[in-house]
């Protein structure tokens, strides 16, 4: 059993910042990637950030330069820093992390948080 569970969320001004943690427990026995997405009211589920256990980072466009996403292997926790927030930054942002529960499986399975809001006002 796997539990991923996101803190950090809020309702700030734009410009202003959050940061972002999410911390994954449980039986899982390696992580691979881990990430973050966001979903807007009558949107899709869209990718914000990730990161593979090596460290290499990968940006959705709209928020290069503004967010940096980190994690801590040791603690099974990924972080995502969010600065010079924007009204279109508002969303529900999940954390996603991809491992296998036993050594040499066939496949990664996928774990979602089940969210946390951030809202920005203008």
């Known amino acids: 059993q796997v539990q991923v569970v996101e803190s950090g969320g809020g309702l700030v001004q734009a410009g202003w910042s959050l940061r972002l943690s999410c911390a994954v427990s449980?039986?899982?026995?390696?992580?691979?990637?881990m990430g973050w997405y966001r979903q807007a009211p009558g949107k899709q589920r869209d990718l914000v950030a990730r990161?593979?256990?090596?460290?290499?980072?990968n940006y959705a466009d709209s928020v290069k330069g503004r967010f940096t996403i980190s994690r801590d292997n040791a603690r099974n926790t990924v972080y995502l820093q969010m600065n010079s927030l924007k009204p279109e930054d508002t969303a529900v942002y999940y954390c996603?992390?991809?491992?296998?529960?036993?050594?040499?499986?066939?496949?990664?399975?996928?774990?979602w948080g089940k969210g946390t809001q951030v809202t920005v006002s203008s």
């Open positions: 449980g039986s899982i026995f390696s992580i691979n990637t």
């Open positions: 996603n992390a991809r491992g296998i529960t036993r050594p040499q499986a066939a496949y990664e399975n996928a774990y």
């Open positions: 990161i593979t256990r090596g460290g290499s980072t």
